[in-house]
């Protein structure tokens, strides 16, 4: 049986954009008499209209990027709300601007008005919609809402962080079909501002990989059954005094916990943590698994989220997918061939920068971070291994949203022949 999905979303899509076009068509066409009337057709500075209206510059200024945009998106998003076109055209009225032409651009401002009234939240809504069409505007909305969740999210759960590096190094494991992974996980700034309730710094998944293979995580110094959450601490970069963190079974995940009240309140601590997960992954995919995945879910508000991934040249050739995903749904570990399968993703701009080989790239430098090459240095002697032959991809995001899954999905080769 065929099942055909959306079809009458996609048609309110495209009625939608067309009434954004005609009402985009109406305003620009209105309006741009007007103005060429009041300054001329050559002449189009904010000040000269504000100067001639005698209002507001802001004002003026969106009028007439409005009216010089050529996408009908651009026009309804430049375009003061339907309050601040009927101030220009009452100033209008006064310079003796002809009245057909402003009953027009009153009849363009009250379909405005009416297409803003069409979405539950009004004018804030609209721009959602329409930022599908300007990447910009979108990028510029989308920081615009991630800022405000940073913030209700700090005062709502009393504790924030300046910035979140999480670096994973993956490479060929001892029995040659999997791979090995090593983590480390830094928290700059933290920084506790009210309450006294614990909070969640680490969590660490333990793994299912391969039938008769076991695999285990340990410390990167490679002790293993470590229970003890301050064993896996890299001390030398960590703010002293650290503050008290225990370790708390939940099921399949282990996580270290911080005691909030040994961390005074709005007094910044760095924390870096890491540890080994043994046979973590596949090598190579299989009759169902075509790609591997590694999921981190951020449960701080930070300003800044970094993600690094250093991958063995012999291993997962291509370069990483990061999926963001609503919380608390089951993670499939099975890639889906077919695009849009992926029901729980978030529409977000998680961007990726292959950065090249080794750990000595200028482009690893992050003020956030400025002992972090040292601390990779630390990692790869400790580890035995050749810097040069790692592969880099880094995610940066600026205020990630807490709580939601972030999944950097990797492409298996195929397994070589035996020969």
């Known amino acids: ?65 409005s009216v010089k945009a050529n996408d009908p998106f651009e026009v309804i998003h430049n375009a003061p709300a339907p309050h601040g076109l009927r101030i220009f055209l009452q100033a209008a009225e006064r310079a003796g601007v002809d009245s057909e032409l402003r009953a027009r651009a009153e009849e363009s401002i009250t379909d405005f008005e009416s297409l803003i009234h069409t979405f539950p939240e009004g004018r804030a809504a609209l721009e959602a919609a329409i930022s599908d069409h300007i990447p910009e505007i979108r990028r510029q909305n989308e920081r615009a809402a991630k800022q405000a969740v940073y913030k209700s999210m700090s005062y ?8 979140s590096l999480l670096t994973t190094v993956i490479s060929p494991s001892v029995c040659g079909k999997l791979v090995d992974t090593r983590h ?5 700034g933290l920084r506790r501002l009210r309450g006294e309730t614990p909070v969640n710094l680490f969590g660490i998944r333990r ?63 760095t924390i870096v943590n890491g540890w080994t997960i043994r046979n973590a992954s596949l090598r190579y995919r299989d009759d169902t698994h075509t790609h591997e995945w590694h999921s981190s879910l951020l449960r701080i ?17 291509g370069v990483p997918e990061f999926v963001p995903t609503m919380p608390g749904l089951q993670l499939d570990s099975i890639r889906s061939p077919v695009p849009g399968q992926q029901h ?15 750990i000595l790239r200028p482009e690893l430098r992050h003020s956030a971070v400025p002992r972090y090459q040292g601390l990779l240095g630390q990692i790869f002697d400790a580890a035995g291994f050749d810097a040069r032959d790692f592969r880099v991809y880094r995610s940066e995001v600026v205020y990630p949203v807490p709580f939601v899954r972030i999944t950097a999905w990797f492409e298996l080769p195929e397994a070589p022949v035996a020969r």
Not at 184 to 188: E, H, N, Q, S, Y
């Open 207 to 269: 793994h299912d990989t391969m039938a008769g293979t076991p695999n285990w995580m340990e410390t990167l110094g490679g002790e293993r059954g470590v229970e003890d959450a301050s064993r896996y601490l890299l001390k030398e970069y960590c703010d002293q005094p650290i503050p008290r963190l225990s370790v708390r079974d939940g099921g399949n995940l282990l996580y270290s916990v911080l005691d909030a009240e040994s961390l005074p309140i709005n007094r910044p601590i």
């Open 156 to 163: 709502l759960l009393g504790y924030q962080g300046e910035a």
């Open 344 to 358: 729980d993703a978030i529409d977000m701009d998680i961007p990726v920068q292959s950065i090249g080989m080794g």
């Open 1 to 65: 049986m065929s099942i055909t999905f959306n079809t009458s979303n996609q048609r309110l899509a495209r009625d939608l954009d067309r009434q954004i076009s005609e009402v985009s068509d109406s305003l620009r066409e209105s309006m741009l008499p007007i103005v060429e009337a009041l300054i001329g057709a050559s002449s189009h500075r904010p000040i000269a209209l504000a100067r001639r209206l005698q209002i507001d510059k802001t004002l003026t200024g969106r009028i007439l990027r």
């Open 301 to 317: 508000p930070m300003r800044v989220r970094i993600q690094d991934y250093f991958i063995h040249k012999d291993v997962w050739p």
């Open 184 to 188: 480390i996980d830094t928290i700059v």
